[in-house]
């Protein structure tokens, strides 16, 4: 039966180590009975061949807007030709353009680009999209540097 990491982490990690701990013997086979006995051993004990699981429950983050749904009303300071140029560059190797954005990337993509320009700090947790946060308004700078051949 497959088991499903996000419903059952402990299940996948256990189903990890059984077909690690079946290469092993498969592929390094030997006809010694005794040494068969010993390395199964080995690979039982905790710490020798596996570290105990560590899990970290991450927090869900609000969803924003798909970056190829961004438009003048997100990012009014800017074109609907200088955003869709953007979304090019950050969709590129980034973001996705089919993946939503958290809602804080997009309040300091906002707040970033906006007329004023805001100077911004995201403040979350682990796996928050914060380096996302911070390269997307420097992916524009990237884009705009092109068009301009600066």
């Known amino acids: 039966m497959s088991v499903s990491i996000d419903k059952d982490p402990i299940g996948s990690w256990e189903n990890l180590q059984d077909h690690l701990k079946k290469y092993v013997k498969s592929a390094f086979g030997t006809n010694s009975k005794s040494f068969e006995e010993d390395r199964q051993s080995l690979l039982d004990a905790p710490g020798v061949f596996f570290q105990e699981p560590y899990v970290e429950v991450l927090p869900v ?16 300071a800017l074109s609907q030709e200088t955003i869709s140029s953007f979304v090019q560059v950050a969709s590129a190797s980034l973001i996705p353009r089919n993946i939503n954005l958290y809602q804080h990337q997009q309040v300091m993509l906002q707040k970033a680009l906006a007329q004023e320009r805001k100077h911004c700090v995201v403040v979350t947790g682990t796996g928050s999209g914060k380096t996302e946060a911070f390269l997307l308004p420097v992916s524009l700078s990237v884009r705009l540097v092109v068009a301009l051949n600066i």
Not at 61 to 68: A, Q, R
């Open 61 to 76: 983050y609000k969803s924003g807007k798909k970056l190829e749904e961004l438009n003048t009303k997100d990012l009014p």
